[in-house]
């Protein structure tokens, strides 16, 4: 098995895209690195912030399967589960998809 991808979908409400964002980037994406989570990329859906809301998408990955049940461990620290909690308070739901790449020929 080679790399592993982490799939974070985050339902937001009516124009908080930009408060989300920044706490994120703030609060969450420093541990992350540190926890050897690589930051792919973030997107907003749709392109435009609705007043019913938006969704939040963020991949990250890691090199393998150690690397993930290392990361998957250090979750566990008081810090980690602030910041999910506090992501919570902001959010209208949250999913966590983990995936490794799967080839079609």
């Given amino acids: 098995m080679g790399a592993i991808y982490i799939l974070d979908r985050v339902s937001l409400p009516s124009k908080s ?3 989300y ?3 994120m980037r703030d609060r969450y994406l420093p541990g992350a690195l540190e926890r ?3 930051w792919v990329g973030s997107w907003v859906t749709p392109p435009v912030e609705l007043e019913e ?3 939040f998408v963020t991949l990250w990955s890691l090199p393998n399967i150690e690397a993930f049940w290392a990361m998957r461990a250090a979750n566990a620290a008081p810090e980690v589960m602030a910041w999910w909690a506090e992501s919570d308070r902001m959010t209208q739901s949250r999913e966590r998809k983990i995936m490794t790449r799967a080839e079609i020929s």
């Fill in 53 to 55: 809301g938006n969704e």
């Fill in 36 to 38: 050897g989570m690589e």
């Fill in 17 to 19: 895209v930009s408060a």
């Fill in 21 to 23: 964002q920044q706490a």
